[in-house]
């Protein structure tokens, strides 16, 4: 009787366990697939004798360089170089939503730097969710077919014709562009209402690809319909 117990047992575990994976094959793929460890190396300059801050630089350069490394694995090298500007802004600056988990292996100072070497655990869904946001993934942008409005925001514009060649290029030779109005401009600072095709992301790598004669633009933040430049 008392085999017959241990054999039921044993089957109602067996049972249980196959049910769980049948039911919750997520798991699975969550232990093996959507997240990855990564080995990298973080280094900061010591200022003075503050190594606390130090560290703490050092630990969110390795998170970063982690980042960049899944990145890497995810598009073409080429792709990244295309949109290291736009990857810069939107992704490897919070690197620290990524990160689920690290540990560091070793860490020191040497010449007047703290260097800490890691083991990160990432998260490649959410990492593929953003490239895919931004229209990267696999090389390709992504342009919907209907119309938005993106809020650009222009800072360190010091001469009139440098806004007026930047608003005729939006207006006559950017892709996807229909409209392009001015609701605010002054001391610097212009505010256009872009009605296009796609989302920021999309206009924001056709401005990076424009080369403009007198000025060029610098990505400073991105969401999912404004973008902020500076102008320089």
């Known amino acids: 009787m008392r085999d017959m117990f241990v054999k039921n047992v044993c089957c109602y575990i067996f049972s249980a366990i196959l049910c769980?994976?049948?039911l919750y094959p997520g798991?699975?793929?969550?232990?093996?697939?959507?997240?990855?460890?990564?080995?990298?190396?973080g280094i900061s300059i010591?200022?003075?004798?503050?190594?606390?801050?130090?560290?703490?630089?050092?630990i969110r350069d390795s998170m970063r360089g982690a980042v960049e490394q899944v990145v890497e694995m995810l598009i073409p090298e080429e792709v990244?170089?295309?949109?290291?500007?736009?990857?810069?802004?939107?992704?490897?600056?919070?690197?620290?939503?990524?990160?689920?988990?690290?540990?560091?292996?070793q860490e020191g100072i040497k010449n007047g730097r703290y260097r800490i070497r890691m083991l990160a655990?990432?998260?490649?869904?959410?990492?593929?969710?953003?490239?895919?946001?931004?229209?990267?993934?696999?090389?390709?942008?992504?342009?919907?077919?209907?119309?938005?409005?993106?809020?650009?925001?222009?800072?360190?514009?010091?001469?009139?014709?440098?806004?007026?060649?930047?608003r005729e290029v939006l207006e006559n030779d950017t892709r996807g562009v229909h409209a392009v109005s001015l609701p605010r401009i002054g001391s610097g600072v212009a505010q256009l209402d872009i009605e296009m095709q796609g989302d920021a992301s999309v206009l924001a790598k056709e401005l990076q690809l424009t080369g403009f004669r007198d000025f060029s633009l610098a990505l400073i933040r991105m969401t999912h319909d404004t973008l902020e430049f500076n102008m320089e």
């Open 80 to 105: 990244v170089s295309e949109n290291v500007d736009i990857l810069d802004v939107a992704v490897y600056s919070k690197h620290q939503d990524y990160i689920r988990d690290y540990r560091i292996l």
């Open 20 to 22: 769980f994976f049948l």
């Open 46 to 58: 010591v200022y003075g004798k503050d190594e606390l801050s130090a560290r703490e630089e050092a």
């Open 121 to 166: 655990t990432l998260s490649l869904l959410d990492i593929r969710r953003d490239l895919e946001f931004l229209g990267i993934f696999a090389g390709r942008w992504q342009v919907s077919s209907a119309r938005t409005i993106v809020s650009v925001t222009v800072r360190g514009i010091e001469r009139c014709r440098d806004f007026k060649v930047l």
């Open 27 to 41: 798991y699975v793929e969550s232990n093996q697939e959507v997240v990855r460890v990564i080995e990298a190396e």
